[in-house]
Structures are given as structure tokens and as C-alpha cells.
């Protein structure tokens, strides 16, 4: 419950302008720990760097809801643009995308939704070069649309080109997971970085540790690719316990983590043999992104006063 309360107040401090303003301004060297740069080319050099501790990574172009055609286009261009970016540097271009940020809920033509015609685009570019597209889960209000789309693209390009995310604060996810089985789906579970109401998420941090847990373990049982995308040690731990117990091996399954956090434990993995991903965001619009980071941990509103003070 305190979470939520700490969540709360930090995402309603933070959509406020002019707190915007000042943190844009004085907080880009903090902001450096969670974003990788706001180039493709610094994000790239992020992917060589991770790639020598034998880490993989999801690259992300910052962006959110867009409310028209051309600035959606654009952004779904800037994407193709780093994923044929990626393949020329020798990359496999993995990466993730936010169905809001390429038009998700305009109509255009024919009643089309704009998001899914860029989501084709770009899963389709993701599979001729061998890469893969995560449609990243935004707010509770885009799951049925997101989940709709997820399988028409499934449908179209394949499981291997394209997978999407379930959160376990969302008292519906269990019932999504087992809806998707029939397409084998490759699905990154997540706790949940929104703040949602209480009708339809657990207000409960043990709760949603609960349901993360369930989620995992069903999904690799019935026989599908799953994301574990947590810095959770101890479920991090009953992951590795249960794959182990269930003779899951350990290729249909990967650890997955955010850029800038426990870097340590993402090494260690690696080390032992895990498949590790890290989720790399870049880009300008950072600012949502970033404010969604600091509220999930009271320690970091710390790190980024100490930060705008020296910066
Ligand atoms: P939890 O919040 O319980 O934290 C466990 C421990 O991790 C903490 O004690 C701390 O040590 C460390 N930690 C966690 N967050 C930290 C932070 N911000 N700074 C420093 N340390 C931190 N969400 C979503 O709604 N849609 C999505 O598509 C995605 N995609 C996604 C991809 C990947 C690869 C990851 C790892 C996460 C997401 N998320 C997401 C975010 C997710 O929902 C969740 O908000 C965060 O992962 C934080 O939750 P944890 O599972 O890490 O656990």
C-alpha cells in the first residue's frame, strides 16, 4: 500500500510542467544511469559495451503516446532506421516498442488502426533481418487492444519475430497468459510500472510478487519462451529453483533487466551461464521514462536531488 502512495506522489510531482522543465534541465546527468544516450549512435556503442560482458540487450526508442498521423509515422521511421542501423553494425536488432508512440488508437483508412499498420511495418523489417520486436504493455486501458494486436501480428510474422509483455499487478493477467497459449507465445513478464486503480490492480506488493510468480512458472510450463524481467533476487531465485526442479532448460528462458540497475546481479548471471538481456532505452523523450524509474524507489528521489544540486 505504501508503495502505491510513494508511486503516486512521485508520477503526480512529476507530470507537473514545471517540474518537467527544471528535472530536463538539471537532472540529464542523473538520467545518464537509466538512459543510454539520445542518439542511436551512443545506444549502439551501449549494446557493444553490455555485449563484452556477454549481455544481450533490447534496444528502446524513448517515446510515448503520439496524438497524430505524421508524428507517429515519423517515430515508427526512426525505428526501422535503428533496427537497419543495428543490422549494418552487426547487431541482431532486438528491440521494444510502445504501440501509443506509432499511432495505437488513431484510425485512419478503412477504420485501420495506425499503430498496428506501423506495428506490421516493423515486425515485418524485425523479421526479414532476423531480429524480434517486444510490444512493450502500456496502461490498463490498452491491454485488450495491445493483446488483440499482439495476435494478428503473431499470426502474420511468427513467435519468433514478435512477443509482448503481461504485468502481475493486473488481476486479469493470469487469465491473458493462458488465452495466448495457442500461439506459443514468447512473453516477458513484468510487475507493472503504471499507476493503476485498485479496480483492476492489486494494491498489495506480496500479491504481486504472488501472481509474478505464478505467472512465470506457467508459462514455462506450458512449454513457452518467457522473459523473467525483474530485479527481484528471491524471485529471481525461485525462478533458477523452479527451472532446475522442472528440468526447464535453459533455452526457454532468459533474465531480463532495465539499463542502470543491478548491474551486478545482471554480470552474475551472465556468469553462470544465463541468458541475460538488458531493456536499453535512448532517445530525447526521456523524461517519462526516467520519472517511472524514480518513483518505483523512494531511494532514487535521493539520487536525483543529489544529482540536480551538483549538476
Ligand atoms: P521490485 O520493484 O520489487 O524491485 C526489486 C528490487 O530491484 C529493488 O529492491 C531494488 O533493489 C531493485 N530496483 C527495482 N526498481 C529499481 C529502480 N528503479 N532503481 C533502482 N533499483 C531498483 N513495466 C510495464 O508496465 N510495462 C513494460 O512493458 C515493462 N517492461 C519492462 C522490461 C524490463 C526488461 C524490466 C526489467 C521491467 C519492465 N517494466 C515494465 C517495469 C516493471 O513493471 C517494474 O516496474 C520494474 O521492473 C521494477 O520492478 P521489479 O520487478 O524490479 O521489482
Known amino acids: 500500500m505504501l508503495d502505491r502512495i510513494y508511486r503516486a506522489s512521485v508520477l503526480g510531482v512529476a507530470g507537473r510542467k514545471p517540474i518537467e522543465q527544471l528535472v530536463r534541465s538539471r537532472a540529464w546527468s542523473v538520467a545518464q544511469r537509466f538512459v543510454a544516450g539520445e542518439s542511436s549512435a551512443s545506444a549502439i556503442a551501449a549494446v557493444q559495451e553490455l555485449a563484452r560482458d556477454g549481455i544481450l540487450s533490447n534496444l528502446d526508442l524513448l517515446g510515448e503516446f503520439v496524438d497524430n498521423v505524421d508524428a507517429a509515422n515519423e517515430f515508427a521511421e526512426k525505428i526501422l532506421a535503428i533496427q537497419n542501423e543495428a543490422a549494418a553494425a552487426g547487431i541482431r536488432p532486438y528491440l521494444?516498442?510502445?504501440?501509443?508512440?506509432?499511432?495505437?488508437g488513431q484510425a485512419v483508412e478503412y477504420g485501420e488502426d495506425l499503430g498496428y499498420l506501423n506495428a506490421r511495418r516493423i515486425v515485418g523489417n524485425a523479421r526479414r533481418l532476423g531480429g524480434f520486436v517486444c510490444l512493450d504493455m502500456e496502461d490498463h486501458l490498452r491491454v485488450?487492444?495491445?493483446?488483440?494486436q499482439f495476435r494478428a501480428l503473431v499470426a502474420e510474422f511468427g513467435h519468433e519475430?514478435?512477443?509482448t509483455v503481461l504485468q502481475s499487478y493486473l488481476y486479469r493477467s493470469e487469465a491473458d497468459r493462458s488465452d495466448l497459449d495457442d500461439l506459443r507465445p514468447n512473453?516477458?513478464?513484468v510487475k507493472g510500472a503504471y499507476l493503476e486503480?485498485?479496480?483492476?490492480?492489486?494494491p498489495v506488493k506480496a500479491d504481486v510478487d504472488a501472481s509474478y510468480r505464478r505467472l512465470v512458472y506457467a508459462h514455462l510450463k506450458a512449454g513457452n519462451y518467457v522473459n523473467v524481467a525483474t530485479h527481484d533476487p528471491s524471485i529471481i531465485d525461485d525462478a533458477k529453483m523452479f527451472v532446475l526442479s522442472h528440468g526447464i532448460p535453459k533455452t526457454q528462458f532468459e533474465f531480463q533487466m532495465l539499463y542502470g540497475i543491478r548491474r551486478d546481479l545482471q554480470k552474475s548471471l551472465a556468469a553462470e551461464g544465463f541468458t541475460v538481456r538488458v531493456y536499453l532505452p535512448y532517445g530525447r523523450d526521456w523524461y517519462a521514462y526516467f520519472s517511472r524509474?524514480?518513483?518505483e524507489r523512494p531511494a532514487n528521489v535521493m539520487f536525483v536531488l543529489r544529482g540536480m544540486m551538483r549538476g
Do not use: E, H, N, Y
Request: hydrophobic share 40%; charged share 15%; glycine share 10%.
Open 96 to 104: 521494444s516498442v510502445k504501440l501509443s508512440s506509432v499511432g495505437q
Open 144 to 148: 485488450d487492444q495491445t493483446l488483440q
Open 161 to 163: 519475430s514478435v512477443g
Open 187 to 189: 512473453l516477458r513478464i
Open 197 to 202: 486503480p485498485g479496480s483492476v490492480a492489486m
Open 293 to 295: 524509474r524514480i518513483a
